[in-house]
């Protein structure tokens, strides 16, 4: 049984940071891709960050180079280091794992930026 968990959430003000992680627990054979996603209120669930088994990353753009995402393959950790937010940030963020054919993905953490 796979289990994502997120953590790292809550409220900052605009220009702070936080800082997700994802606990990853169970045994997920050769992840693909390893992503944060997140989804506004009636919205699709969109593409934040991702990173590869090789450690390839990439960035939606309205996160480039405010947010870093990151992989820790000894203590099973996902986290995405997020600096510089916006209100337009705030949103429920999801913690994602593709392994052919499977997707896998955590309960999701609210991070809420103040204006």
């Not at 900052?12 to 800082?19: K, M, N, P, Y």
């Amino acid at each position: 049984q796979v289990h994502l968990v997120e953590s790292g959430g809550g409220l900052v003000q605009a220009g702070g940071s936080l800082r997700l992680s994802c606990a990853v627990s169970g045994r997920i054979f050769s992840p693909s891709s390893l992503d944060w996603y997140r989804q506004y209120p009636g919205k699709e669930r969109e593409l934040v960050a991702g990173i590869t088994s090789g450690g390839a990353t990439n960035y939606g753009d309205s996160v480039k180079g405010r947010f870093t995402i990151s992989r820790d393959n000894a203590k099973n950790t996902l986290s995405l280091q997020m600096n510089s937010l916006k209100p337009e940030d705030t949103a429920v963020y999801y913690c994602h794992i593709f392994s052919f054919p499977y997707n896998y993905w955590g309960q999701g953490t609210q991070v809420t930026v103040s204006s």
